[in-house]
């Protein structure tokens, strides 16, 4: 079996991550790119004057790009759920499972009463006040593009740990816990985000 860093075995059934983060983060990074061209023009021309600052602001918008909206992820294994959120990652195995909800993000309760939140899926909000309607009718109609939502991740979560119950798994009284350690590769980028905004800013 695959294993991945914090000790979840399971083969991966799903990694998500919501649309909204992707295309913000895709953009600053398209913007970057734009900015980096026109930095190279002005280089080409023989402008050098405040190309320290350019060049901190392009690397800076990309490195914010990337630790805030693409890094982070759920990745839903047969056997448990890792949260990358911005900073820290935390690993939840099913035998630490006591609930998931779903009420401001995805959200995973452990047996030891701590709650897990997941930064790259937040609770979907509707803009317009919702009518009466069917609910079983809406969650059939919707079904196909709630997986990006923490509703829906929240259903595909809560069918594998059904699934890995009815295969043998059981709750340890919180001897097998969720575990988080720091994202160190998110944090150094975020560091060298905010000394090259301050480059940018004296240059």
Not at 69 to 93: I, K, Q, Y
Request: charged share 20%; net charge negative; with cysteine.
């Amino acid at each position: 079996m695959e294993q991945d860093d914090q000790g979840l075995t399971g083969e991966v059934i799903g990694v998500y991550r919501t649309l909204p983060a992707r295309i913000l983060g895709w953009l600053m990074v398209a913007g970057a790119a734009v900015l980096a061209a026109l930095t190279i023009w002005d280089v080409g021309s023989g402008r050098t004057e405040g190309l320290l600052g350019a060049v901190a602001l392009v690397l800076g918008i990309a490195a914010v790009a990337w630790a805030l909206f693409l890094r982070p992820h759920v990745v839903l294994r047969e056997d448990g759920v890792l949260l990358a959120n911005v900073v820290a990652d935390t690993s939840v195995p099913f035998a630490a499972v006591d609930e998931i909800t779903h009420q401001w993000a995805l959200e995973l309760h452990d047996t030891a009463g701590r709650r897990h939140s997941a930064w790259a899926v937040p609770a979907k909000r509707e803009r317009v006040r919702r009518q009466q309607i069917d609910d079983f009718a809406e969650t059939t109609r919707r079904r196909g593009d709630a997986g990006a939502t923490a509703q829906g991740v929240a259903d595909e979560a809560q069918r594998a740990l059904q699934r890995w119950r009815l295969d043998g798994g059981e709750l340890h009284g919180g001897l097998e816990a969720a575990r988080t350690r720091l994202a160190w590769p998110a944090i150094v980028v975020l560091g060298a985000a905010i000394c090259l905004a301050l480059v940018a800013i004296l240059a």
